[in-house]
């Protein structure tokens, strides 16, 4: 079905699974991320490693913890189908005071409405279409 550019409403408890990841990650909380993800979800990594399951996405989300970084939430949209949901939201990374410079970008998550109508995360994308680039050298803004 078509987009038709009218206003979906997106489920509170979508919304909420969504803050809450943020908050989790933000407060270097493994159990809480990890309540968010489906058993067999998967979790690309900023290298454009794909960590299948729980235990390598636990793994990838422990190193990225280590960063003493905490993750602001921009802009968003949704898609929604059924019990699925494409989130598209734009994200700043900010490091702790006098380090590096923010880095941004947009992840794509996929998200799917469980039986007790609590969302989980079925893939998680954090680099969005840069993953395409990094991994075949073909940028978006190529013209060919």
């Not at 399951?53 to 190193?63: K, T």
């Not at 939430?73 to 734009?90: E, H, K, V």
């Amino acid at each position: 079905m078509p987009l038709t550019g009218r206003h979906v409403e997106e489920d509170p408890k979508l919304t909420k699974a969504l803050h809450e990841f943020y908050a989790a990650f933000n407060d270097r909380d493994i159990g809480r991320l990890m309540a968010l993800f489906e058993r067999q979800a998967v979790y690309i990594a900023g290298s454009g490693h794909h960590a299948h399951g729980r235990e390598e996405i636990r793994a990838a989300l422990l190193s990225a913890l280590q960063k003493e970084t905490r993750i602001i939430q921009g802009a968003r949209t949704t898609i929604m189908s059924g019990d699925i949901a494409l989130m598209m939201s734009n994200w700043s990374q900010i490091p702790p005071e006098g380090n590096a410079d923010p880095i941004s970008g947009t992840s794509n998550i996929v998200f799917r409405r469980q039986a007790n109508e609590e969302w989980l995360i079925v893939i998680d994308n954090p680099v969005g279409i840069d993953l395409i680039e990094n991994s075949t050298g073909f940028s978006a803004k190529d013209k060919s």
